[in-house]
């Protein structure tokens, strides 16, 4: 059993940066994060796994990078120019199979918050 530690997350103005944090208890292919509004789904945001490959969504390329350190077993978001949009709960996830879809994820931390508000 592999535990998810996120941290980072609060509260910031639009424009403004964050970097969040996602620390697993061992070893894991897939680390991601997840954005969640509300009672939506949770949208994949970025992965990065354990043999260097990084992902970002198109959407968010040029905003948000994904770094991991695979010696300490975890995954920065550094997340810049934020917009309003960007609020909600952000998980990390961790998996196996090498695919990044939410239902593929073995493991979630519990959330972190960020608030994008003026």
């Known amino acids: 059993q592999v535990q998810l530690v996120e941290s980072g997350g609060g509260l910031v103005q639009p424009g403004g940066s964050l970097r969040l944090s996602c620390a697993a208890s061992?070893?894991?292919?897939?680390m991601a994060w997840y954005h969640q509004r509300g009672g939506n789904q949770r949208d994949l945001v970025a992965a990065?796994?354990?043999?260097?490959?990084?992902n970002v969504v198109d959407s968010l390329h040029g905003r948000f990078t994904i770094t991991r350190d695979n010696a300490k077993n975890t995954v920065y978001l550094q997340m810049n120019s934020l917009k309003p949009e960007d609020t909600g709960v952000y998980y990390c996830?961790?998996?196996?199979?090498?695919?990044?879809?939410?239902?593929?994820?073995?493991?979630w931390g519990k959330g972190t918050l960020v608030t994008v508000s003026s």
């Open positions: 061992g070893s894991i292919y897939v």
């Open positions: 990065a796994t354990s043999g260097g490959t990084t």
């Open positions: 996830g961790g998996g196996y199979s090498g695919s990044y879809s939410p239902e593929a994820m073995n493991y």
